[in-house]
């Protein structure tokens, strides 16, 4: 084993249908994959609560989290932790209205600065740093779903495939979809030497996945393009 190379710690975020302890789900697929062609170590794997699974990187617990999108404003500069160059692959944030006031990425910016702010947002807990608006967190994405289907709150920001499997398993047919924007969906990592040895391993290792044609693959199990579609129309919207 070179002397750079060592055995890693996977914190991967508690994601339904796409990371559930133990282990299972196309996120730990993915991270199963990367160990697969890590040859000179192997990388165990970890699923965690969302904020805690960030935490575990910054207190040594894991040598690495994901999933973590990386919006355009974000800068690593104060942060405990990094983010890592190479992306997995892209993940498109949702934009979650009441159908009575149908909400705009384009109306959340233009009053980005007005105080007080007239929109009230929710976000997966951990995940507010990286987006550039005033939003609060909640711990589950039923939670930021069933606030704005009862217009307590004006919308939820939420990842594509892990908010849709929420909405269409509630049947909330007051709830609009738009598309807020899609971003790198990346790896957090600590700072320091730690995580420089950390991502030239991962990135060795996706790069390998990439080469062999399955990282595109395995993160499309994961995350699809935009799909244009809405809870209260057909079929979802029919009676049942």
């Not at 959340?108 to 009230?120: E, I, V």
């Not at 080469?211 to 244009?228: E, M």
Request: glycine share 6%; aromatic share 8%; net charge neutral.
């Amino acid at each position: 084993m070179p002397a750079w190379a060592t055995d890693l710690r996977a914190s991967v975020a508690y994601i339904p249908t796409l990371a559930e302890p133990p282990s299972q789900g196309p996120f730990i697929e993915l991270v199963k994959a990367m160990d697969e062609v890590y040859s000179e170590g192997s990388i165990s794997i970890g699923v965690y609560p969302f904020a805690r699974s960030i935490q575990n990187v910054t207190s040594d617990v894991a040598d690495f989290h994901l999933p973590m999108l990386r919006s355009p404003h974000y800068s690593d500069e104060g942060r405990p932790f990094r983010l890592m160059n190479k992306p997995m692959g892209q993940v498109c944030l949702v934009l979650y209205s009441h159908v009575d006031d149908r909400l705009t990425p384009q109306q959340l910016y233009r009053h980005k600065h007005a105080q007080p702010y007239p929109y009230r947002l929710s976000i997966m807990r951990g995940s507010a740093q990286f987006i550039d608006l005033p939003v609060e967190e909640v711990n589950r994405i039923e939670q930021g779903l069933r606030q704005t289907s009862l217009k307590r709150v004006h919308g939820f920001l939420g990842a594509q495939e892990e908010a849709d499997q929420v909405l269409r398993e509630l049947q909330l047919k007051s709830i609009h979809r738009s598309l807020f924007e899609c971003y790198d969906d990346v790896i957090i990592l600590p700072k320091g030497e730690r995580g420089r040895r950390t991502e030239a391993i991962l990135q060795q290792a996706l790069e390998t996945l990439e080469a062999q044609g399955r990282l595109r693959q395995l993160h499309r199990k994961v995350h699809q393009p935009y799909q244009d579609w809405q809870i209260y129309d057909p079929p979802f919207g029919s009676a049942n």
